[in-house]
C-alpha cells in the first residue's frame, strides 16, 4: 500500500492570466449593463418628474378656473376678463405642451392622455372665443397646427 506524495504540477502563468483577464471582462460587462438599465431608469424618473411638473401647472390654471367654464357654460361677465387671462395662460401651457411632444419630450402614454384632454377643453364655447380671438396675435403655432388636423396627427411625427 503506498501512499502517493504530492505532485508538483508547475503553475503556467500564461492560464492563470487568461482565466483572469476572462474574469474582468465578464465583470466589465456586467457593470456596464448595469449602468445601462440605471441611466434608462434615471432617464424614465427624470422624464415623469417633468411631466409631472407639467401636469401640476395644469392643475394650478384648472383649479383657478370657474367650474361653469370647464363644463362648457358661460362664465359669469365679472369675472370675464380674469377667466380670459386664465385661458389664455392655458393655451400658452398647452401650446408648450405640443412642442414638447414634437421635440420628443413627452412620452406616449402622457401624451394620450394630454391630446384628449386639449381636445375637450378647445371644444368648449370658451376655450373656442379666447384661441380664435388670440391666434391671430400670438405665436401659438404648436398648438394651431394641432386645432388645424383636428387632434389626430401626433405632433412627435411632424418634423421626421
Not at 51 to 62: A, G, H, K, T
Not at 114 to 143: C, N, P, Q, R
Request: charged share 25%; hydrophobic share 40%; proline share 2%.
Amino acid at each position: 500500500m503506498g501512499i502517493q506524495g504530492d505532485v508538483d504540477m508547475p503553475l503556467d502563468w500564461n492560464v492563470v492570466s487568461s482565466i483572469a483577464t476572462a474574469f474582468a471582462s465578464i465583470a466589465t460587462a456586467i457593470g456596464v449593463a448595469f449602468c445601462g438599465i440605471q441611466l434608462k431608469l434615471t432617464k424614465k424618473q427624470s422624464q415623469a418628474e417633468f411631466e409631472d411638473r407639467l401636469d401640476q401647472q395644469y392643475r394650478e390654471i384648472s383649479m383657478a378656473l370657474p367650474v361653469d367654464v370647464l363644463i362648457g357654460q358661460d362664465a359669469e361677465e365679472e369675472k370675464a376678463g380674469e377667466i380670459r387671462e386664465l385661458i389664455y395662460n392655458y393655451l400658452d401651457l398647452t401650446n408648450e405642451q405640443v412642442y414638447l411632444r414634437a421635440k420628443g419630450r413627452v412620452s406616449n402614454h402622457t401624451w394620450s392622455s394630454w391630446s384628449s384632454g386639449i381636445e375637450a377643453h378647445m371644444k368648449k364655447k370658451a376655450f373656442t372665443e379666447v384661441f380664435d380671438e388670440i391666434k391671430d396675435f400670438s405665436a401659438f403655432t404648436y398648438l394651431e397646427r394641432l386645432v388645424k388636423d383636428w387632434f389626430k396627427s401626433d405632433p412627435a411625427h411632424w418634423y421626421k
